[in-house]
């Protein structure tokens, strides 16, 4: 693709929707929204606020992480704490849609209209890719972000438009674009992570005894696999239990799956070929984790999977 083209165009298309108005955009630290973020900030300036939400649901140290990347590229970002308000919504839900409609709502009708509100901002601007879109429409995976392509209209319901730079690109696209505009390797080059973050890591209720699970799984996995080079790896916490032994006595333990898959863009996965050394290393780390005693290493492509479980 045109990556100077497609930046200008973009650029162009963000100051004239907005104006004089002021805009908003939450960034996760992901590529989709920080990529968002650079091209809001290269077209609006000050008219810009940029806010990472705290949602108790991102990786260890996560939002004083990406607030100090954009620091060191001049670009300032509020660290918003909302970890009680996504927590209250998850409470007691276990379907997959009702956990990431609960997500949506609290996100939108709650924490960022409070944000709008405060700002006078008239305009939103989303990180949403084509895959996002695809998915959505499609009924395969309700993705946080889409709200217009649903019949939701912002304007109508939270009481601000919504612009979408990224819409016609897809993964590899948006990548590409990171780095013609020079962006640090670690936002270009990061794995995707989902809006919902850990909560679609989770099967089951989300509470902060699961989180904490799963955000340390994630980091063992994250760490050992950081040089498999593939597009995507991860831990998953099960819904179920399994009987297990520790120090001489039984223990009813959790499962944590991990998950490995090459990629271009999403649409389609392949499972990546991990060494056996690895996945012992890895099974011999995260079965350490108080509550755990197994490890499993999913196969299946995508599809008939989808990439995160919920």
Excluded at 39 to 67: K, S, W, Y
Excluded at 213 to 240: H, P
Aim: glycine content about 6%; hydrophobic content about 40%.
């Amino acid at each position: 693709m045109d990556c100077k083209k497609f930046t200008e165009e973009q650029i162009a298309h963000i100051k004239k929707t907005v104006g004089e108005a002021k805009a908003i955009n939450a960034l996760s630290g992901g590529v989709d929204s920080s990529l968002v973020t650079v091209l809001g900030h290269r077209a609006l300036g000050g008219q810009l606020r940029t806010i990472f939400v705290d949602n108790a649901l991102m990786r260890e140290g996560e939002p004083e992480r990406v607030v100090k990347v954009f620091a060191e590229m001049g670009i300032d970002v509020e660290l918003v704490d909302a970890r009680e308000e996504f927590l209250s919504a998850l409470a007691g839900l276990t379907d997959p849609e009702k956990k990431r409609q609960a997500i949506t709502d609290t996100f939108y009708s709650k924490v960022f209209s409070r944000l709008v509100r405060e700002s006078n901002a008239k305009f939103l601007l989303h990180g949403t890719i084509l895959t996002d879109i695809e998915e959505t429409v499609a009924g395969i995976k309700r993705q946080h972000n889409i709200l217009a392509q649903i019949g939701i209209d912002p304007k109508e319901a939270y009481g601000y438009s919504v612009i979408e730079p990224l819409k016609t690109l897809r993964k590899d696209d948006v990548r590409e674009v990171t780095k013609f505009l020079k962006l640090p390797a670690e936002i270009s080059q990061r794995i995707p992570f989902p809006g919902p973050a850990l909560a679609t890591r989770i099967v089951g209720e989300v509470t902060l005894n699961r989180l904490e699970t799963v955000r340390t799984a994630t980091a063992i996995v994250e760490e050992e696999l950081a040089d498999s080079g593939a597009f995507q790896y991860m831990a998953v916490l099960l819904n179920d239990r399994a009987t297990g032994i520790r120090d001489n006595k039984r223990e009813f333990g959790q499962i944590i799956v991990v998950r490995c898959i090459e990629s271009v863009d999403a649409r389609t996965a392949t499972v990546t070929p991990l060494p056996w050394d690895k996945l012992n290393r890895i099974s011999e780390r995260i079965t350490k984790i108080k509550g755990v005693n197994r490890c499993l290493y999913d196969l299946t492509p995508k599809p008939p999977a989808t990439i995160e479980y919920v």
